[in-house]
């Protein structure tokens, strides 16, 4: 089954704690992406990847990394972090460009950091 | 930032009625999509439309992409109880192929 596979779907941590959040495709697509989404702000975009070893910012990048080593999997490094990033995240595919065709979501992994 | 105004942000409606909502915008488009999030989902893509003037179904679903490319409205008929969800729509800028969000209207259907 053709699917962006996030782990974990739940992650309570302290501030201050390095954690990853993992996102696998299974579709060979180029382009990978992650958003977060908070209530009455809907969908805001972290950081992308064109292709392997291309990363680029989105519009909400401090606090985040990224890394692209292979064309499957896009993680998301969250070096320290603070309360503010309780979010619920989700990473994103598409064949090519930003969303051509339409993006395939992951399901979805909600941070608490307290 | 760039901006999709989507609107209404909720909608209360008995099952079985028709539902309409829209995103518009001051930029131009070349892409608009539709997507459905159900609680504790990733959102699910309903329908692209590609060109002006664009009408596409997808079984009760039906979108449409403005003459102006500023513009796109999604309607769902005769509403049931598993349409329940966030609906979000996203566009394409003409200029840069870089894609927005709406901030999504969530759909409630009271029995």
């Known amino acids: 089954e053709a699917q962006v596979t996030q782990n974990p779907r739940y992650l309570i941590t302290v501030t201050g704690k390095k954690l990853t959040v993992t996102c696998s495709q299974n579709?060979?697509?180029?382009?990978m992406s992650w958003y977060r989404q908070d209530p009455g702000l809907g969908l805001r975009q972290i950081y992308y990847?064109?292709?392997?070893?291309?990363?680029d910012k989105g519009d909400v990048p401090e606090g985040y990394k990224v890394s692209r080593k292979e064309k499957r999997n896009f993680p998301l490094i969250l070096e320290s972090p603070s309360p503010n990033q309780t979010s619920l995240y989700f990473c994103?595919?598409?064949?090519?460009?930003?969303?051509?065709?339409?993006?395939?979501f992951g399901s979805g992994t909600r941070l608490t950091v307290v | 930032g760039q901006q999709l105004n989507q609107s209404p942000q909720s909608m209360f409606i008995q099952e079985g009625e028709d539902v309409s909502m829209n995103c518009t915008s001051s930029s131009i488009f070349n892409t608009w999509l539709w997507y459905k999030q159900d609680p504790g989902e990733g959102p699910v893509l309903l329908i692209a439309l590609y060109k002006a003037g664009e009408l596409t179904s997808n079984g009760r679903l039906t979108a449409q992409f403005g003459i102006t490319r500023k513009d796109s409205f999604l309607n769902i008929s005769a509403s049931i109880p598993s349409d329940v969800g966030i609906y979000f729509c996203?566009?394409?800028?003409?200029?840069?192929?870089?894609?927005?969000f709406g901030k999504g209207t969530r759909l409630h259907i009271l029995p």
């Open positions: 996203a566009g394409r800028l003409n200029r840069d192929d870089k894609i927005i």
């Open positions: 579709m060979n697509h180029e382009y």
């Open positions: 990847s064109m292709n392997v070893e291309v990363t």
């Open positions: 994103a595919s598409s064949l090519s460009g930003q969303g051509v065709g339409g993006y395939t």
